[in-house]
């Protein structure tokens, strides 16, 4: 008998079954060839696919500029005879100030005129034309932007709460008690751990900038209370509102105006006091001008957003 060549069946079934599993691990079980979608490790919501490009260039770029708003670049000159009139917000009395000396220095010949009749008066005059720019311690509203008024941030501010240097009180306050003592909730100052007297609060009037950032940021949009014991000043100054405190007293007024005030004590908020980035009662202060701006508001804001006008707001020099 013939003697048969080769290898036995055997190996032959076993290449089958090699070559079987084979193609069924390149068929089913291979991973996509494109990394970028569902790759192993990849989070599908997140890889970036050919209808969803990378935008990391676009969320580094700068917000565009708001609606209506220009650019105020310093001024090279400002023509001698020019007069620039500034009013509104009581809070930026220091910085009209430090703002109008600086820019009469570097200028000669220019003349910056400034009051200090409140927010509300001061945007009311730019409407009027009879002011060049308002300074303004609070937010524009709708209807006034729909006049085409444009508010340009200029500097940050704290609100603090302030009582009379010989008032007893040696203690601070939490912002619960803040709000229940400008609410009429706490009228007297034994419910705060001091002696038992009347809290007399001194209210601004509502055509103060500092009154509306005080309802928003304290009160919690919540009105003033109507207890006997709150006292609405009928004019918005600070000065008076201090010499008013005396030994029972308690008002609020931005930071920079009493810092060095002798005659008050400005009281922590949560153990937190102004000069700390955590206390809470914090805003910006701007100036508000109308759209398109004269020439004499583009040469004063442009000064005021310079690095020399930062300074001169912060330093006086």
Same mark, same amino acid.
């Given at each position: 008998?013939?003697?048969?060549?080769?290898?036995?069946?055997?190996v032959y079934l076993l290449a089958l079954l090699l070559l079987g599993g084979l193609g069924y691990w390149f068929f089913l079980r291979k991973p996509p060839q494109n990394p970028g979608v569902n790759a192993p490790g /990849?989070?599908?919501?997140?890889?970036?696919?050919?209808?969803? %490009?990378?935008?990391?260039?676009?969320? +580094?770029? $700068?917000? $565009?500029?708001?609606?209506?708003?220009?650019?105020?670049?310093?001024?090279?000159?400002?023509?001698?005879? *020019?007069?620039?009139r500034v009013d509104g917000s009581t809070s930026m009395v220091t910085i009209n100030q430090n703002l109008k000396a600086g820019f009469q220095a570097q200028f000669p010949g220019t003349t910056v005129e400034t009051a200090?009749?409140?927010?509300?008066?001061?945007?009311?005059?730019?409407?009027?034309?009879?002011?060049?720019?308002?300074?303004?311690?609070?937010?524009?509203?709708?209807?006034?932007?729909?006049?085409?008024? =444009?508010?340009? %941030?200029?500097?940050?501010?704290?609100?603090?709460?302030?009582?009379?240097?010989?008032?007893?009180?040696?203690?601070?306050? *939490?912002?619960?008690?803040?709000?229940?003592?400008? *609410?009429?909730?706490?009228?007297?100052? #034994?419910?705060?751990?001091?002696?038992?007297?009347?809290?007399? =609060?001194?209210?601004?009037?509502?055509?103060?900038?500092?009154?509306?950032?005080?309802?928003?940021?304290?009160?919690? &949009?919540?009105?003033?209370?109507?207890?006997?014991?709150? +006292?609405?000043?009928?004019?918005?100054?600070? @000065? &008076?509102?201090?010499?008013?405190?005396?030994?029972? &007293?308690?008002?609020?007024?931005?930071?920079?105006?009493? =810092?060095?005030?002798? /005659?008050?004590?400005?009281?922590?908020?949560?153990? @937190? /006091?102004?000069?700390?980035?955590? !206390?809470?009662?914090?805003?910006?202060?701007? !100036?508000?001008?109308? #759209?398109?701006?004269?020439?004499? @508001?583009?040469?004063?804001?442009?000064?005021?957003?310079?690095?020399?006008?930062?300074?001169?707001?912060? +330093?006086?020099?």
């Amino acid at each position: 008998m013939a003697q048969r060549s080769g290898p036995p069946p055997i190996v032959y079934l076993l290449a089958l079954l090699l070559l079987g599993g084979l193609g069924y691990w390149f068929f089913l079980r291979k991973p996509p060839q494109n990394p970028g979608v569902n790759a192993p490790g /990849t989070n599908p919501a997140t890889a970036p696919t050919a209808a969803t %490009p990378n935008n990391s260039a676009l969320s +580094t770029a $700068p917000p $565009p500029p708001p609606p209506g708003g220009e650019a105020f670049p310093p001024p090279a000159s400002v023509p001698a005879g *020019t007069v620039i009139r500034v009013d509104g917000s009581t809070s930026m009395v220091t910085i009209n100030q430090n703002l109008k000396a600086g820019f009469q220095a570097q200028f000669p010949g220019t003349t910056v005129e400034t009051a200090a009749n409140g927010t509300d008066n001061g945007i009311q005059d730019v409407l009027q034309k009879t002011v060049d720019v308002a300074g303004a311690s609070r937010p524009l509203k709708a209807e006034e932007q729909g006049q085409g008024l =444009v508010a340009v %941030p200029i500097a940050s501010d704290q609100i603090a709460i302030v009582i009379g240097a010989n008032n007893p009180y040696s203690g601070g306050l *939490t912002a619960s008690q803040v709000y229940g003592i400008f *609410t009429g909730q706490i009228t007297n100052w #034994s419910e705060l751990g001091g002696g038992d007297a009347p809290i007399q =609060v001194l209210n601004r009037p509502a055509v103060s900038g500092t009154h509306q950032a005080f309802k928003e940021l304290v009160l919690q &949009g919540k009105d003033f209370g109507n207890t006997p014991n709150i +006292t609405t000043l009928p004019r918005d100054e600070t @000065t &008076g509102m201090l010499q008013q405190l005396g030994q029972d &007293g308690i008002g609020y007024a931005t930071f920079a105006q009493v =810092v060095n005030q002798k /005659t008050v004590r400005v009281l922590p908020i949560d153990g @937190t /006091t102004p000069e700390q980035v955590s !206390y809470p009662y914090q805003r910006e202060l701007m !100036y508000v001008y109308q #759209s398109p701006p004269s020439p004499n @508001t583009q040469a004063f804001l442009g000064y005021a957003l310079s690095p020399q006008g930062q300074q001169v707001i912060f +330093t006086g020099n």
